[in-house]
């Protein structure tokens, strides 16, 4: 039987063009800020797992520099990857070592350093993050691409509206104007987003993330440490879910949602005991507006088709029915992407012990669901916390 | 997508690094000599009955690894498509936008190619293409959709 996971401590570097830090520079000012949150020192980690993808860098194996920055030595590290969704699959590695009994305290680093290469560059290597001989090769398929095929099918077949995107976009700067961490500190109008340039039509600039550098860090640990530390109160993971999609993405039946959200949701929802209706605040892969859109069809805050209504309506503002990326999201709080899957859990086990501050979203079961996809739905992590 | 802000702190430049890899198509050979004859194959396993497009040479359904190679059909419609504003490294000399569409083939068969003749505001789901090959100016091979 496995046992009991709490995140006991939680840290989040500002996210931005860190053009003033290193990569282990950038993950050291995570791994301070969670171990000082948690109250240890780096003696109690017995497991370090690093997710980072790496491929923009020039340090070839990131795990091992950070590490030695951290003051760690001797716990690992695990380096893992899982394309944009890395973060969540470190977590989902530590979470295992702990849940299984193999170690009590294990630490989940997320970071990655984007913005070292040049925009044409970036795009290329982001690019080959679908299928690289049958896509990128041919076709130049960047990441934009990807997601505006799924929006050009979601709009012609649903009646989704490029307005309705950029309102996506609008409430994700809200909030990261409100969020010091965040890259953007702006908020947005929706006229400035539906007149900004076109990237990959149907999406605009500010249909897109940006290129970020950041790092995030949790750590977690069994129930006996959680006693043993003299941690009240703890959130808990209470249910990961997982899956996947085909490499080559004609080989898929529609593009009008993400398949490995569907699954690794159910998984999630199925192990938490929770249903949809149940989630208070949640934090969803928006690397794209048309993504967020996707999201909240796919996890199931409502009906296949109806995600622009959702975003019209306002219900994934605070104060809705399912307050969505409170803390900016990918889209303007960017997305660094080893780090995003971890500060998704920085942000939620915030909100789960009321420390959202102006962004706190009133809750009454404690229940959060955090979603990161990697590529386009080639990974698929769904993790619930509760309290 | 990039932040304007430019680089503001002290940077040192990193060693040169140059990637350019020699890729094996010994297992999918016909297909790439089809694109310069204007064919376009896809693999058929002969013991489970599975097709693959693009053609792969082993069966990831039964295992099995004795295809045979068939021809996609010359006509399909859109399923969807996008116009490309960006420059991937390596592509600097490809007009903007660039259109891509993935095309569904009268065979059940969908397929990732350029959209040429035709501005990208005047394309609709849906739309019937004739799909042509042709070797680009910088010599990689290219699927181009065609509007009927």
């Not at chain 1, 050291?28 to 240890?40: Q, R, S, Y």
């Not at chain 1, 194996?61 to 690992?76: R, T």
């Not at chain 1, 969505?324 to 789960?352: C, F, W």
């Not at chain 2, 089809?34 to 489970?48: P, V």
């Amino acid at each position: 039987m496995s046992r009991k996971v709490a995140i006991i401590g939680v840290g989040n570097s500002k996210f931005g063009v860190r053009d003033d830090a290193l990569l282990q520079e950038i993950a050291f000012e995570a791994v301070k800020e969670a171990l000082e949150d948690a109250g240890i020192t780096q003696k109690e980690i017995e497991l370090s797992v690093v997710g980072s993808v790496g491929t923009r860098m020039y340090e070839a194996l990131p795990a091992v520099p950070v590490n030695e920055y951290a003051g760690f030595s001797g716990v690992g590290p695990i380096r893992v990857e899982a394309a944009c969704a890395t973060g969540s699959a470190a977590v989902f590695t530590a979470y295992n070592a702990i849940a299984s009994g193999y170690v009590d305290v294990a630490i989940a680093i997320g970071v990655e350093k984007m913005c070292e290469v040049d925009t044409p560059t970036s795009t290329a290597v982001g690019g080959r993050g679908g299928n690289y001989l049958w896509e990128f090769h041919m076709f130049g398929t960047s990441f934009a691409c990807y997601y505006a095929f799924y929006a050009t099918a979601h709009m012609n077949k649903f009646g989704t509206t490029e307005e309705q995107l950029a309102m996506v976009a609008v409430k994700n700067h809200k909030y990261a104007s409100m969020n010091p961490k965040a890259h953007f500190q702006r908020e947005i109008k929706l006229e400035d987003a539906l007149k900004s340039r076109i990237i990959c039509w149907p999406l605009k600039l500010y249909d897109c993330c940006p290129i970020s550098d950041g790092a995030a860090a949790a750590i977690l640990a069994s129930e006996d440490k959680v006693k043993e530390f003299r941690i009240e109160d703890p959130v808990w993971i209470a249910g990961i879910g997982y899956a996947s999609d085909t490499s080559n993405i004609v080989r898929r039946p529609d593009y009008v949602g993400l398949s490995a959200t569907v699954k690794a949701a159910n998984m999630a929802y199925k192990k938490a005991g929770v249903e949809p209706k149940d989630v208070e605040v949640a934090e969803v892969h928006d690397c794209f507006t048309i993504a967020e859109i996707m999201a909240y069809e796919d996890l199931g805050f409502c009906k296949k088709g109806e995600g622009g209504k959702l975003i019209k309506e306002g219900q994934t503002y605070i104060g809705g029915r399912i307050p969505v990326n409170v803390d900016g999201g990918l889209k303007a709080k960017g997305h660094p992407l080893g780090a995003t899957g971890v500060s998704m859990i920085y942000e939620l086990t915030r909100q789960l012990r009321n420390e959202g501050g102006k962004r706190q979203v009133p809750l009454k079961k404690y229940i959060a669901l955090a979603h990161n996809i990697g590529g386009t739905g080639h990974y698929g992590y769904v993790t619930i916390l509760r309290r | 997508m990039s932040d304007a802000k430019k680089i503001e702190n002290p940077t040192i430049m990193s060693r040169k690094l140059l990637f350019l890899h020699k890729i094996p198509i010994l297992k999918t050979k016909k297909f790439w000599d089809g694109l310069k004859e204007g064919k376009i194959y896809a693999t058929r396993c002969r013991k489970c009955g599975q097709t693959y497009y693009p053609p792969q040479a082993d069966c990831s359904k039964c295992l099995a690894s004795d295809m045979e190679y068939f021809e996609v059909a010359n006509e399909g419609e859109i399923v969807t498509f996008v116009a490309s504003y960006l420059v991937p490294q390596g592509f600097e000399n490809y007009q903007i936008p660039y259109i891509i569409a993935i095309v569904k083939t009268s065979n059940e068969l969908k397929l990732m190619g350029f959209v040429e003749g035709i501005d990208y505001k005047n394309i609709k789901v849906g739309m019937k293409v004739k799909i042509i090959t042709k070797i680009q100016s910088d010599g990689f091979p290219a699927i181009i959709f065609i509007p009927c």
